[in-house]
């Protein structure tokens, strides 16, 4: 039999679950809905089990299950101590799972198994300093240093959303004000175009970037979420001098509308020393499960094969 | 006889060094000018020399020398690819020490080195996650992460001060606008002092700090000052999660007039997480020499002995 995983990518909203071979393959997609506590749990639980079936019946030996989710995740303990949006607080994530599954588990962030990902087999193989901004409903950044994955003392590194780009600026819905993800997250584009001209509807920034060029109000807010980024990429560069920062999260869908632009803000705001490269993710929103893969097959026997990996392949049922 | 080093750091107008010896103490202090390129080469070179012999005189042995300068520093190679203010670039500064002097030297950056040494024996001792705010003539950070001091990939990492932390705000004379630098570093605070107030004559950072309470605008420079280190210290928490932030350099002389301010800003400004402690530095200007100390003995087979040495030892003729 093939050795393979299940990896389950928890969001706010849904959590995301496919089957990863031991030649890289992703199959067997499912997904089911997120509705925080015991809930998710439940759900989890229930993905991981149909689709570990599901991968008996093709022949497919599922050896260990990796979860990736937001929060303050604590990789060694596989505890969740604070998850807002899944009303998790000092939760042991890893045991809630390996025991009823009877399978080995492994539990990360979100984000840095979506980091650890792009570094694998998408946008930053091959490189040591890179940060990942995953610019999603919210914005979290991927932070690796000479190859390393930032953590921090507490777990809470990489919430670059919440830098303060304009001091006293646009209120965030963190309670804060001026953060970057007030003005560039996936949530505050539509919503920043909603309140600078109610009579069009929008519903999220995909319409946004529909409308540019065409509307010049959608060019004023995508501009102001462009520079805001700008600004946030330029001081994460002076910070941390990264050779590559790569664009992920769904406002990256946008694509040229998006790298483009940043590119030119952040030449014209470094002035006196090179940009970083910019890439867009090559994985999508697939990152965090092949990162979640990657962490599950590091618990097996077969934990070598994600060398041979060298390329995203799916084959999803 | 007792093993020793001679420890350089070469600041933009002084070359400092000073004698270490194997049980930490550091003796033997003396400076030169620097005024950039081969006439800084030649007085680092007489320094040591000069210093090897009064070391030698008091029955210790010298057994390398360590450097530390500012700007794009390669330790790996003792290159320095860009040192603005010394007018060197892809300068072999080792090969230019050692040869000439027939010991093994160390060449290092000073504000990483100044790290190095805040954790060996300063105010970080024991944390594996912190960041030191150099507040000097300009600002610059070494930013330590799981115990290891992050240099970038090219070198550049810790950039503090050209962070922007008003976007289109003060002209700084880096040629961009809004850094931190331009707001709180030692020579900003006395230019922006004078350009609201012409009327008094004040020469340094300390001369403001001595107005404080007495002098309005002192109050409001020194007041934004603060503000600007609150914004610049709350990105690198969203961005690091450190546990400490040391701050060092000239303006860390002025003590609790900055360190009480910049935790109250700080506090206000992180609204839903804690921030991470704030300390002054311990090593104050020496810290760059200890630093430089180490990386220095840890060229030789006494390298060891550094584990030993638990605070900062100075008997200095």
Request: hydrophobic share 45%; aromatic share 4%.
């Amino acid at each position: 039999m093939t050795a393979a995983v299940v990896a389950v990518d928890i969001g706010g909203t849904t959590v995301k679950a496919s089957v990863v071979d031991e030649r890289g393959v992703r199959r067997h997609q499912r997904t089911g809905p997120s509705e925080g506590g015991a809930d998710t749990v439940a759900v989890v639980r229930s993905l991981i089990s149909t689709l570990r079936e599901a991968a008996l019946a093709d022949g497919l030996d599922v050896l260990a299950a990796g979860v990736v989710t937001p929060g303050l995740v604590d990789a060694a303990t596989g505890t969740v101590a604070y998850a807002s949006n899944l009303g998790w607080r000092d939760f042991d994530l890893r045991a809630a799972l390996a025991g009823p599954l009877g399978l080995p588990v492994s539990v990360g962030h979100d984000v840095r198994a979506a980091g650890r990902a792009e570094r694998h087999l998408g946008a930053a193989r091959g490189t040591d300093d890179f940060v990942l901004l995953q610019l999603g409903t919210g914005i979290a950044a991927a932070v690796v240093t000479a190859g390393t994955l930032v953590g921090g003392a507490g777990s809470a590194a990489g919430e670059a959303g919440h830098m303060p780009v304009y001091p006293d600026g646009e209120p965030c819905p963190c309670g804060k004000r001026g953060c970057l993800e007030a003005y560039a997250a996936g949530a505050a584009v539509p919503r920043r175009y909603r309140a600078a001209h109610g009579a069009r509807e929008v519903s999220g920034a995909a319409d946004v970037v529909g409308l540019l060029g065409v509307d010049p109000v959608a060019d004023r807010v995508w501009g102001e979420a462009v520079r805001a980024l700008g600004f946030g990429v330029s001081t994460l560069t002076m910070l941390l001098d990264p050779a590559l920062v790569v664009l992920g999260g769904g406002l990256a869908q946008a694509g040229d509308a998006l790298l483009g632009p940043v590119e030119r803000t952040l030449t014209e705001l470094l002035v006196w020393r090179e940009a970083p490269e910019l890439r867009l993710s090559t994985l999508g929103p697939a990152a965090g499960q092949w990162g979640a893969a990657i962490e599950a097959f590091a618990l097996t026997a077969a934990g070598g094969c994600v060398r041979s990996w060298s390329h995203p392949t799916s084959v999803v049922a």
